[in-house]
């Protein structure tokens, strides 16, 4: 499996942005994917998740009512879509198919004035 994060960048408290995961080199048809972030110093942890079907979607207490997970329509991609961000939201954000092992390079995200 390969996976590319985009979206990252430089942006304000209070601001957004939206994270992008394509997904390729994956045979399966239902997989659910998820968003992790990294920030320096701490360890890998889980921000949010949606269901193989149906869209079922899981929040860390951290994001929830500020982000949102998605899936793009040809389902290969994923998104996040980060509102009211805090500079606690700072971090290296991954995507992740299932439960595999593999990771992209990540995406930045700064939330500084």
């Known amino acids: 499996v390969r996976l590319v994060e985009s979206g990252g960048g430089l942006v304000q408290p209070g601001g957004s942005l939206r994270l992008s995961c394509t997904i390729s080199?994956?045979?399966?048809?239902?997989?659910?994917m998820s968003w992790y972030r990294q920030a320096p110093g701490k360890e890998r942890e889980l921000v949010a998740g949606?269901?193989?079907?149906?869209?079922?979607?899981y929040y860390a207490d951290s994001v929830k009512g500020r982000f949102t997970i998605s899936r793009g329509n040809a389902k290969n991609t994923v998104y996040l879509q980060m509102n009211s961000l805090r500079s606690e939201d700072t971090a290296v954000y991954y995507c992740?198919?299932?439960?595999?092992?593999?990771w992209g390079q990540g995406t930045q995200v700064i939330v500084s004035s």
């Open positions: 992740r198919v299932g439960s595999l092992d593999s």
């Open positions: 080199e994956f045979t399966d048809r239902n997989y659910a």
């Open positions: 949606i269901g193989s079907i149906g869209g079922n979607t």
